[in-house]
């Protein structure tokens, strides 16, 4: 049994959940907190990825992003390859993950006392510090909750990656390709041993992550 | 503290990740094969390996997924499909290379039932008895075993009958591990995966169903098609014929 698959899921899903932070929390504070024409319907379109079958949805992402789709490209004019690669992987645990964080911390900052933000700003401190100062902090349990839920979701992705980034060993099978096609070569030895290493590695993550939140920030 | 706990766990979690995104050394032959093709191209890959040197990485899953992502740009070599109509449609759009489309071997089907099972199923015909439940077949949609399955009970008359007992799988290995696992009373499935321990098969008279010829064709973007060409012409070799009858194929110059 190979390790890479492990060690590229967990590549794939750490570069993916801060991928997904970086896109997901200024989204969900922009929901949370600005009114806008559309805000319903934005709000609505980020859980999408959870209503298509992943496949489906992988399949329309690899025609944007495919060496034929406007994306791709664009991407390929770059000398940049997208589909079929580890990044494409990466993408693909995006898509999947975003919903979970952005309702757990549009949530979260929904809970915030606007008292305790209006403080700060009769304080003079600017709207940037004001959310790493005062709404992050009264929040962060939610958004802790949602990354969790997002980088679990981004471990366990298997129908956009097997569109996007293919199944190929040693350059894009991610760990649940792996076991799958284990358990398509009825080696169910390996696909058994791979599935426990995968649960027992999460958990061990988890558990470790669960603890550094028991922390004080 | 907090933080630069952090650090230090975010560029450990680096350092260890980051060899992995090296690529694999040179020559490396991506071979994109149907899912009926998956244990006899392990073997056939592996001899391969031994005699020229090249490394092949097998991409196998459902024909129709497969032939999607060559046509949008995925790195095969070379694509082994499980019908010819998928190939024929990324010929005409210009996915592969139409000189090297060939046949590389014709399929068959079998009558599949858990190795366990009491029923006495013999023929087609044994599949209308009412403790005959549930049937698994591929899904004749998409999937060509799916589609021979279907011709194939109908030309025995029963597929109306037993339409309402049928159960879908994604494709042949799905409908496989419907019957393995016992969650189906009987099943049809292609002869080169059937012969698993959890499974009892009779052959289907190929004359049931339309020829299930399987197509081969070398991708246009591969950087090695020589190398390509050179595989495809040792699955139908000296070294790779015996294995390819072995798991249940007719080749060409056999039928």
Not at chain 1, 63 to 91: D, H, S
Not at chain 1, 159 to 172: D, E, Q
Not at chain 2, 23 to 44: C, H, M, N, S, W
Not at chain 2, 117 to 135: A, Y
Request: proline share 6%; net charge positive; glycine share 8%.
């Amino acid at each position: 049994m190979d390790a890479f698959p492990i060690l590229l899921s967990f590549q794939v899903s750490l570069v993916a959940t801060v991928l997904t932070l970086a896109l997901g929390l200024p989204l969900a504070w922009v929901l949370a907190r600005r009114r806008f024409p559309g805000h319903d319907v934005v709000e609505a379109a980020v859980v999408l990825p959870l209503v298509l079958p992943p496949t489906v949805l992988g399949y329309y992402l690899l025609v944007v992003i495919g060496a034929r789709g406007p994306v791709g490209r664009l991407l390929g004019g770059l000398g940049i390859e997208l589909a079929f690669t580890w990044r494409a992987a990466v993408l693909a645990a995006c898509i999947g993950s975003i919903a979970l964080l952005v309702k757990a911390a549009q949530a979260g900052f929904e809970a915030v006392d606007r008292r305790l933000e209006q403080a700060a700003r009769t304080l003079g401190r600017s709207e940037w510090n004001i959310f790493w100062s005062v709404t992050l902090p009264l929040s962060w349990r939610a958004v802790f909750a949602g990354t969790v839920l997002a980088f679990c979701r981004a471990l366990g992705d298997f129908g956009i990656t097997l569109m996007v980034a293919g199944s190929i060993p040693g350059l894009t099978q991610t760990m649940p390709l792996a076991i799958y096609d284990y358990v398509q070569a009825n080696q169910m030895r390996e696909a058994n041993l791979l599935s426990l290493v995968a649960v027992m590695t999460a958990l061990l993550f988890l558990l470790g992550l669960g603890r550094l939140a028991r922390l004080r920030f | 503290m907090v933080k630069a706990v952090l650090l230090c766990a975010l560029s450990l979690v680096v350092s260890v990740v980051s060899p992995t995104v090296a690529q694999p050394k040179p020559p490396v032959l991506t071979v994109y094969g149907a899912a009926d093709l998956t244990v006899a191209f392990r073997e056939i890959a592996a001899l391969f390996e031994k005699g020229t040197g090249t490394k092949v990485v097998l991409v196998l899953g459902s024909t129709g997924n497969l032939a999607k992502q060559i046509e949008h740009g995925a790195p095969a070599d070379i694509f082994f499909a499980a019908n010819a109509s998928f190939v024929d449609d990324l010929q005409a759009k210009g996915a592969t290379i139409s000189e090297t489309r060939q046949l590389y071997a014709q399929g068959r089907i079998v009558l599949a039932v858990p190795r366990d099972s009491k029923l006495p199923i013999q023929r087609l015909e044994d599949l209308r008895r009412p403790d005959v439940k549930r049937i698994a077949i591929a899904n004749p949609e998409h999937a060509p075993y799916g589609r021979a399955a279907q011709e194939a009970l109908q030309a025995a008359g029963v597929w109306d009958a037993l339409k309402p007992r049928l159960v879908y799988g994604e494709n042949i290995r799905h409908a496989l591990q419907f019957i393995e696992t016992g969650a189906v009373d009987a099943g049809i499935v292609a002869l080169s995966v059937a012969d698993t321990p959890a499974v009892r098969y009779v052959p289907i008279d190929p004359a049931l169903h339309a020829p299930l010829n399987q197509i081969a064709a070398v991708v246009k973007r591969s950087t090695r098609p020589e190398l390509a060409l050179a595989f495809l012409q040792f699955v139908n070799g000296p070294e790779g014929r015996p294995i390819m009858k072995r798991y249940g194929f007719l080749l060409p110059g056999d039928f």
